[in-house]
């Protein structure tokens, strides 16, 4: 029996919530994040108790939002798809809303102090960005979410609901964390807010943005994540029949020809140092290594595939796109003794942070 093997691919990001990348407002998002993704929360491993905030204060009001409130910097304006408007959230509330939503509130303080100063800078940049080349399908909002879902941020309400009986003790844990950094960012050595992606847990390795989205970027180099590998659910294995495997394969590209021996349908891989998959041929085809993580639903693009018995194995490796900040990886790098400013400075490269 011959068996080919696939070695081993979230600032958003993104989302995940998986990397999350949403092309069309110009997003790249955290690929949902610890507690987005992998929190005990959303009922995982982390025991996501997360926190919320009190006074999760949320105006609503339609999408003509005045020039008076366009001249607002402290707030942040997001389209809610679910319901058309937009919402008005106050930077700070939204750091709380945003932290729960990445983070559990029982990760280390220097953790949720380094996840705080990296999403601000996300949204910041992104609030930045629609200042300078509005898109017009965002209405006037710095960016979309899913408020009803929770995607992105968690009100109030929603928290209330999550975290039950800790409630309080969560929120005033996700509170300290964020009151400590608040207002500062992240920013290259020309003083510009950086792309800060996060992702929830690494191959054990991050990736460079050049390998995963295609810029290059000297803030967003592989570095070593080691204790990424002891991430709860870092390595999860999921199979598939021939048959379900040819079936996905064919909704990815209808055009793709799959015969004989299962055995022989893995042609050539590509894959970045770090392990994700970055092309493969599969039958007459090539794919991505996101388009088959797509199709299977796995965690990552850092997988290793294995045919026996009639089933293809999918071994994966971490959660998310790889690309910046790994939120376990800085959870590791906290219960170590480091610093958030020590943790930013590993995962970002080149950087300020400043207020």
């Not at 894959?271 to 388009?291: M, P, Q, Y």
């Not at 400075?345 to 207020?355: F, G, L, P, R």
């Amino acid at each position: 029996m011959r068996k080919k093997m696939i070695p081993a691919f979230f600032c958003f990001i993104i989302m995940a919530a998986l990397p999350l990348i949403s092309a069309k407002n110009g997003i790249i998002m955290p690929s949902g994040g610890v507690s987005a993704t992998l929190s005990a929360s959303r009922s995982d491993p982390y025991g996501k108790s997360e926190a919320e905030t009190e006074s999760s204060v949320i105006s609503t009001k339609d999408s003509d939002i005045s020039a008076a409130d366009d001249r607002i910097s402290n707030n942040f304006k997001i389209l809610d798809t679910s319901s058309g408007k937009i919402i008005s959230v106050d930077d700070k509330e939204f750091c709380y809303g945003a932290l729960a939503y990445e983070m559990p509130p029982s990760f280390e303080e220097e953790a949720l102090k380094a996840q705080t100063v990296a999403l601000y800078t996300h949204f910041c940049r992104l609030r930045n960005k629609q200042k300078e080349t509005p898109d017009k399908e965002l209405k006037g909002a710095d960016f979309s979410a899913d408020i009803s879902d929770g995607q992105f941020y968690l009100n109030d309400e929603q928290l209330k609901k999550k975290w039950g009986d800790l409630y309080n003790e969560s929120k005033e844990k996700i509170h300290s964390a964020v009151d400590s950094v608040f207002g500062e960012v992240i920013t290259d050595k020309k003083g510009d807010l950086i792309d800060a992606c996060y992702h929830a847990v690494s191959s054990g390795m991050t990736e460079n943005a050049k390998d995963i989205f295609g810029f290059d970027s000297e803030n967003l180099i592989a570095v070593a994540s080691p204790t990424d590998t002891a991430a709860p659910d870092y390595l999860t294995i999921c199979s598939f029949s021939a048959s379900e495997f040819k079936e996905k394969m064919t909704s990815l590209n209808k055009d793709i020809i799959l015969n004989g021996n299962p055995e022989t349908y893995i042609g050539e891989i590509k894959r970045t140092a770090s392990g994700s998959v970055t092309e493969t041929v599969i039958g007459n085809k090539k794919f991505t290594g996101s388009d088959i993580r797509q199709a299977f639903g796995l965690r990552s693009a850092a997988f290793e595939i294995e045919y026996s018995d009639n089933k293809f194995t999918f071994t994966v490796r971490g959660y998310g796109h790889g690309v910046g900040l790994s939120q376990w990886g800085a959870q590791g790098m906290a219960k170590q003794g480091s610093d958030y400013k020590e943790i930013l400075n590993h995962y970002y490269q080149n950087i300020n942070i400043t207020k």
